[in-house]
């Protein structure tokens, strides 16, 4: 369902979507990493999927993960227990491409963030694409180990703000259209403003 085909784009989103479509056709060195922060519910992980879905149909063999901070923390703490730490690594660190979604959950989680910290390095050093979002800007982290955020900030980042009126009423034009639903102008109007 997330596509790039099915985003809808306005002012609020434009960059963040150019250069998710960018990394997209060409991943690795351009915008590595590429980190998008907004609020909730304005694209974040619309864009994360459109990126590894467009990487796969290019590249069925690319080897693209998509997985929240969360349970990058629940498989690092199960690998831990179950002494699998080397296939939680040979996980992780051998994509071509890692989206991860929520980062700011993965902050002050001490050896979880570390092992991000070493994940990160180890990808960006072979120059696989990275790509991490969050409902802050990298600046206003407050992680653990203090060179993640300068990682962080090595490549592009993009905010998404809220989206203005036409946005908004083009977003729930394309959510009718593509639930095939037919909603009167006046009721997009009025959620639209809401």
């Not at 999927?49 to 080897?63: E, F, T, Y």
């Not at 993965?106 to 070493?118: A, G, M, N, P």
């Not at 407050?142 to 989206?163: F, H, M, N, Y």
Request: glycine share 4%; aromatic share 10%; with cysteine.
């Amino acid at each position: 369902r997330y596509t790039f085909a099915e985003f809808v784009i306005g002012s609020s989103n434009r960059f963040a979507h150019a250069t998710a479509e960018a990394i997209s056709k060409m991943p690795g060195p351009q915008f590595n990493p590429f980190f998008i922060y907004g609020d909730v519910g304005l694209g974040k992980t619309h864009l994360l999927h459109s990126i590894g879905n467009a990487l796969r149909k290019d590249n069925p063999r690319a080897r693209v993960l998509y997985t929240s901070s969360e349970q990058f923390v629940n498989e690092f703490i199960n690998s831990i227990k179950q002494s699998k730490t080397e296939d939680f690594r040979a996980k992780f660190r051998n994509l071509d491409c890692l989206l991860m979604d929520d980062v700011q959950f993965l902050i002050e989680k001490d050896r979880s963030e570390q092992e991000f910290f070493h994940t990160f390095n180890t990808l960006h050093g072979s120059r696989k694409q990275i790509v991490v979002t969050s409902d802050r800007s990298p600046k206003d982290m407050t992680p653990l180990e203090q060179r993640l955020v300068s990682r962080l900030e090595w490549g592009v980042v993009a905010d998404i703000k809220a989206p203005d009126m036409e946005t908004r009423i083009a977003i729930l034009r394309k959510k009718a259209e593509l639930e095939q639903f037919h909603v009167p102008d006046d009721v997009i109007l009025f959620v639209a403003s809401a």
